[in-house]
């Protein structure tokens, strides 16, 4: 079933082989839902290997069954996890402790709830040393210290008494690395490790973990949903999908040319830092799917444009193709041929931006931290910004740059501590109610989290109809047909108005959040993170339901976002914020291609691409 | 990236949802009421038949008991089963069965009165905490001075002003209740006035106060529910309470504490005595436990 | 940690002296003249003339709140005109009792409630698990005065092994006292000890279901460590301020509990005093009690902010 790899002989048996693994939760109703179907993958010593999935592909669900960690009602129902031969999943829980940590060490997703809030961070290196049989307690010590260096947290013996929240999350994502060294294993097993950090804070985690793979040996696999990871860090990738693996061969081959069609989807979706403003994204149809409802056949045949009949009914093996590269895909297996590049991405038709309509000058806001006097936190510092009719303005910044805060102060949700917002040339800065009232109708806001941003008492339909009703607008009838309107306008079916927000995925709910932000019919949508919650494939629609809609209706977007390479796709101009402040703006493309400032140079450096490895100088160029 | 859990509550959602076909839920999964799914649980369901007995022979006093609460018969402590009075007499020869009956309906009547204005007060006192702030501090150190006054200690306090009584034991309980709701209702709005959903609200035009009663204060009360539950319980131990420490409803007037109080010195020679207030006291408050934990389990998912 | 205790510090006064305040005008607030009202109907005017010198009626008020403040900080109370004796030296008796019933229940609530939580959360035997969540439940469920009659039907009437009510003070006899103080001890304690157990039990629960008990058990940390030195002390803190306020609660039901058992602690003093209208030795054992409820609750702050160093350092 391996894969033998040209470039090294195949050792007489892998470190970890992978054989038909299932994994079942119990559901809601109690059914069970099979969150992992017959998976199989082998690991060689040294090797660095990505699974690469979306919401739902089970690739985290997989990472703690390897080491039978599996949640509440998970449980490993079919197969085995071999390691030098010994079936973990047969294990006892004793020969299961002594893997742990010793033999496969483990780093998760959210460095700020992983460690333990009222242990230091010595205490957290003492436990795992202590637990792999060091009993001398200043060898613990010494040994912490050496571990906390080796991951690059400056003056470890000073630090090493310290508590967890006083270290910030990339340094607390180190600690919890040197937690997997201290037993010195074979495999690390890194789920999401940088998804909660910043794209500059992520480049320094990776790095680190390709020179620990690199100088001890140990192998990585790494778990995430960001393909340009993958490119940046793995030999070897795993696709996952609905539960189980449906591509997984070396990162060049399958990031060039990919075998299944949701690999292909995938890659297409993700967008390019490459391509040039106004390229519209192509998304993959659908949701992610839902476990309870998966029956036979392959999982993405309903999302998929290459689907036969027998897609449906037969589940597709993963079979060889060709040299390493396996796919799970019926078609794939009589294709000769790689599958057939994407269509070139089509452009944003949209007509050219007209008169200014938003005017921000020297906007200020500051925070006072409780208890501490004097000088706060300042979130704005002397922003300034225009914003014309049928115009996207980009802005992009890690967290803590003050992005969301200039959100909501556009968006009247906030007050600004100083400076002056214009509205069509008139002042709104400190506006009366009655002024309030009238900005409000013009200027609407979608917020980041599809989950927060919908009350869960209220119907859809309420929900949309709020604002109409807020100013006003037709009675009860006029209203329904109006909010019927917007959901189609939005791509929902207008029948959904009396279910609740919490029977829609991510993708839905931030449509039914467009859908209320446009009820009153604004000129200006303030678009606060409008993606970052949603996978990549979802993504893609979502943010070409919003440049359509700034072609038909004409609106002027305000689109916020962490990731420089969607910004630019959808934006005119772009503003980087750094610190509370705007350090460049400009064109999307001329600040992309020619980036003056420093921080602008270190944002594009540490985006990672989904392009195979040889991609990586651009960045060494990129900081000279 | 906001992390996106692998296996969180699968999306009930699979249908193809392209960008230009109108997409829908999966099934009109109207979501049950979570009061409603708590209140039909097993648990909740013995609670709601114990409390129901209790408060029906309550109401129904004067049609089931045989005699009035104050009437003496001439045999002092009777034993169970007497003819005429089924749970015996007291030491002052009063039917006990009755006694018990019009106990029940005095604790109704107090607990009725207390605990809706304690309530209502606690959520006035936390109304205006959210206003402004200061008023916030004022509130909070309102409340910090009730609750140091713990239990009967604040029942003495009560007392000493009043003296023993109806009003005072009302007094007692719906002080003692308004920290409890003042507090979580403060909490509740403060909790929800940071969620998204209600600057979205605010960004889409609505009112201060259509903020405050449409979105705010639905999702800021759930625990309110289960407090009323909860509540309803320590009343009846106030009301006890009080009446053990001679400073409740004066005799000769039954409650369930007094009748219970009145037995303690006969518990060695007429056990009985005590068996009527003991058993209805205890359906009460455990009815009323089971049914604040059913109702707290299925608020708490 | 001092800086901490600054900051508690002036709110805890400030609450103190609202209490005080109210406390002292509970007299003021009684319609018509204090002195004759609390001397009943039949009293002498000697008897009233005594009252109104031991309360200082005629000064202004202010230093009538200052000389009562005044006495209870030195101790000396003055002689008691109802109930006859040394004011100073009822409380001290009283104090005795009702301390030695709150702790011994303290103790009760700590044991009984550590055990409740820890086995509830983590044995392994379902029937354990059962057991003690009908025993919790119950002992929520049942008000101290029916657990009280309980407890003396069944250990003092129908097994007759221990006294119905009463005290021996510790010292004379300490097996006797024990016996005496068993009852009112458990009685007290049980709600408390639940209500703690169920506390504790859902603590090590959700500490036990926190990311960073994962990330331990991937380090292969085993359980039984994993429960005691990595989810207990993240359980502890709430428990602790929760243990604080029920300490506060034993204060109150110790009232309660004492007039079920016939324990002459302070709880039966105050009886005593409504009953037969001494309101100052009434004041003077309210401010007592909630004195010593608010000193509770700030030890209880301070413990609080030992164990959770994220307080600590805010």
Redesign the interface.
């Known amino acids: 079933m391996t894969a033998p790899d040209p470039a090294s002989p195949r050792p007489p048996r892998p470190l970890l082989e992978v054989r038909g693994l299932g994994v079942d939760f119990t559901g809601p109703d109690g059914s069970p839902l099979h969150a992992v179907r017959g998976l199989s993958f082998t690991l060689r010593r040294g090797e660095t290997l990505a699974v690469v999935g979306e919401s739902g592909s089970g690739k985290s669900t997989t990472a703690l069954a390897l080491t039978r960690m599996l949640p509440g009602t998970g449980r490993i129902t079919t197969g085995s996890v071999l390691l030098d031969g010994q079936d973990l999943a047969a294990a006892t829980d004793e020969e299961l402790r002594a893997v742990r940590g010793a033999r496969i060490g483990m780093i998760f997703q959210d460095p700020m709830t992983a460690l333990n809030p009222v242990l230091s961070v010595g205490r957290h290196l003492d436990e795992v040393l202590r637990a792999h049989g060091e009993r001398d307690r200043a060898a613990r010590r010494a040994r912490a210290v050496d571990l906390l260096d080796r991951v690059g947290i400056p003056e470890p013996h000073r630090r090493i008494d310290d508590h967890p929240h006083q270290f910030s999350g990339g340094q607390r994502q180190r600690i919890l690395i040197a937690m997997a060294l201290a037993g010195e294993p074979d495999i690390l097993l890194a789920d999401e490790p940088t998804t909660a950090l910043d794209a500059t804070v992520q480049e320094q985690i990776l790095t680190l973990l390709a020179d620990l793979n690199r100088e001890t040996g140990t192998a990585l696999v790494l778990i995430t949903h960001n393909m340009g990871v993958v490119a940046r860090s793995c030999a070897r990738v795993l696709v996952m999908y609905g539960g189980t693996v449906v591509e997984d061969g070396p990162t060049a081959e399958v990031l060039t040319r990919p075998r299944h069609p949701y690999t292909a989807g995938l890659l297409a979706a993700v967008p390019r830092l490459s391509a040039p403003s106004g390229t519209r994204l192509t998304g993959i149809p659908g949701s992610p799917p839902d476990l309870a409802l998966l029956g036979d056949g392959c999982a993405f045949a309903a999302r998929c444009t290459l689907a036969e009949d027998r897609c449906r009914t037969g589940t597709p093996p993963l079979v060889e193709l060709t040299d390493g590269v396996r796919a799970a895909c019926l078609p794939a297996a009589g294709r000769t041929e790689p599958l057939p590049a994407p269509p070139p991405p089509a452009r944003i038709d949209r007509p050219a931006p007209g008169a200014v309509v938003l005017e921000a000058e020297g906007l200020v806001k500051t925070y006072r931290r409780r208890g501490v006097r004097g000088a706060g936190f300042t979130a704005l510092d002397r922003v300034s910004l225009t914003l014309a009719e049928g115009e996207t303005l980009g802005i992009v910044g890690e967290s803590g740059s003050g992005k969301s805060t200039l959100a909501r102060v556009l968006a009247h949700a906030h007050p600004s501590d100083g400076g002056t917002l214009r509205l069509r040339g008139e002042d709104v800065t400190r506006p009366s109610r009655r002024a309030l009232h009238a900005v409000r109708r013009q200027v609407q806001m979608v917020f980041q989290d599809p989950y927060a941003s919908l009350n869960p008492r209220m119907t859809v339909g309420q929900i949309v109809a709020e604002p109409l009703i807020a100013f006003g607008l037709g009675d009860r009838d006029e209203r329904a047909a109006r909010v019927a309107e917007l959901l189609t306008l939005a791509g929902l079916d207008p029948a959904v108005a009396d279910r609740h927000p919490r029977a829609f995925s991510g993708g839905q709910r931030q449509r039914i959040g467009i859908a209320r932000a446009l009820a009153p019919g604004p000129s200006v949508l303030i678009c606060d993170e409008p993606v970052s919650a949603l996978d990549v494939s979802v993504q893609a629609q979502i943010v070409g339901l919003l440049t359509d809609l700034q072609r038909d209706l004409g609106l002027a977007l305000v689109f916020i976002a962490h990731d420089l390479a969607v910004v630019r796709q959808v934006s005119h101009r772009i503003a980087v914020m750094h610190r509370g402040r705007i350090v460049e703006s400009g064109s999307a493309d001329e600040v992309c291609e020619h980036p003056q400032d420093p921080y602008t140079r270190a944002l594009l450096a540490a985006a990672p691409e989904p392009v195979p490895v040889q991609h990586t100088p651009r960045k060494a160029e990129a900081l000279a | 990236m906001t992390p996106t859990p692998d296996l969180a509550p699968a999306s009930p959602e699979a249908l193809p949802d392209s960008l230009r076909k109108p997409v829908g839920a999966r099934k009109a999964v109207r979501p049950r009421h979570p009061y409603r799914a708590a209140l039909s649980t097993a648990r909740a369901r013995t609670g709601l038949v114990l409390v129901g007995v209790v408060v029906l022979a309550g109401l129904l006093a004067p049609v089931l008991a045989g005699h009035g609460p104050t009437d003496q018969s001439g045999q002092s402590l009777a034993a169970l089963g007497t003819p005429g009075h089924p749970l015996g007499t007291d030491d002052l020869g009063r039917d006990l069965l009755s006694r018990v009956l019009y106990g029940i309906r005095a604790d109704l009547g107090i607990i009725a009165i207390a605990v809706p204005l304690g309530a209502a007060l606690g959520c006035l006192f936390a109304l205006a905490a959210a206003a402004h702030p200061v008023a916030d501090t004022l509130v909070q150190r309102v409340f910090d001075l009730i609750l140091a006054f713990p239990g009967l200690i604040l029942a003495l306090a009560v007392t000493a002003i009043l003296g023993p009584g109806r009003l005072p034991v009302v007094l007692v309980i719906a002080l003692a209740e308004i920290p409890a709701f003042g507090r979580l209702l403060r909490g509740g709005i403060l909790v929800q006035r940071e969620r998204e959903y209600v600057t979205a609200a605010r960004v889409g035009g609505s009112s201060g106060p259509r903020v405050l009663v449409r979105h705010i204060l639905p999702n800021a009360a759930d625990p309110l529910i289960v407090q009323i539950a909860v509540s309803l319980t320590v009343a009846v131990f106030i009301e006890g309470a009080m009446s053990f420490l001679g400073v409740g409803v004066r005799p000769p007037e039954p409650t369930l504490g007094s009748v219970l109080s009145q037995s303690m010195p006969y518990l060695d020679q007429a056990p009985h005595f005590a068996a009527g207030p003991l058993i209805t006291v205890t359906a009460l408050v455990l009815g009323l436990s089971l049914i604040a934990e059913a109702l707290n389990r299925e608020t708490r998912r | 940690m001092r800086s901490y205790l600054l900051r508690r510090l002036p709110?805890a006064l400030?609450?103190?002296f609202?209490?005080s305040f109210?406390?002292f005008a509970?007299l003021r607030?009684?319609p018509g003249d204090p002195a004759t009202s609390l001397a009943g109907p039949d009293a002498s005017p000697a008897t009233v003339a005594a009252i109104r010198d031991r309360l200082g009626l005629d000064a202004p008020l202010l230093s009538q709140y200052a000389h009562w403040i005044g006495s209870l900080l030195t101790g000396d109370l003055g002689p008691s005109y109802a109930i006859g004796g040394d004011v100073s030296d009822l409380i001290g008796d009283g104090l005795g009792a009702t301390t030695e019933l709150t702790l011994a229940a303290l103790l009760f609530v700590i044991l009984l409630g550590t055990a409740f939580g820890i086995l509830g959360a983590t044995s392994r035997s379902r029937w354990i698990r059962s057991a003690i969540r009908v025993t919790t439940?119950?002992a929520?469920?049942?008000?101290?005065?029916?657990s009280g009659?309980?407890l003396?039907?069944l250990f003092?009437?129908v097994l007759g092994v221990l006294p119905?009510g009463g005290r021996v003070a510790f010292f004379d006899a300490p097996d006797l006292a024990a016996q005496y103080l068993l009852l009112p001890a458990l009685c007290l304690a049980l709600p408390s000890a639940a209500v703690l157990g169920r506390y504790l039990k859902d603590g090590i629960e959700r500490a036990l279901?926190?990311?960073?008990?994962?990330?331990?058990?991937?380090?292969?940390?085993?359980?039984r460590?994993l429960l005691w030195?990595?989810a207990l002390?993240?359980a502890l803190?709430p428990v602790v301020t929760l243990l604080g306020m029920q300490t506060?609660?034993l204060?109150?039901?110790a009232?309660?509990v004492e007039?079920?058992f016939a324990w002459p602690g302070l709880?039966q003093l105050?009886?005593q005093g409504?009953?037969r209208r001494d309101?100052p030795v009434?004041?003077d054992?309210?401010l007592l009690?909630?004195a010593a409820?608010?000193v509770v609750q700030l030890l209880t702050d301070l413990v609080h902010a030992w164990?959770?160093?994220?307080i600590r350092?805010?």
Do not use: K, M, N
């Not at chain 3, 929520?140 to 029916?146: E, G, H, I, S």
């Open positions: 709110s400030l609450v103190l609202a209490a109210l406390i509970i607030l009684v439940t119950a929520l469920a049942a008000p101290p005065f029916v009659v309980l003396v039907v003092a009437v119905p279901a926190e990311d960073c008990i994962r990330t331990a058990t991937a380090a292969g940390i085993a359980p460590r030195r990595h002390p993240g803190p506060g609660h204060l109150g039901g009232v309660l007039a079920i709880g105050a009886e409504l009953q309101y009434v004041q054992l309210l009690l909630v409820f608010v164990l959770d160093p994220r350092w805010e």
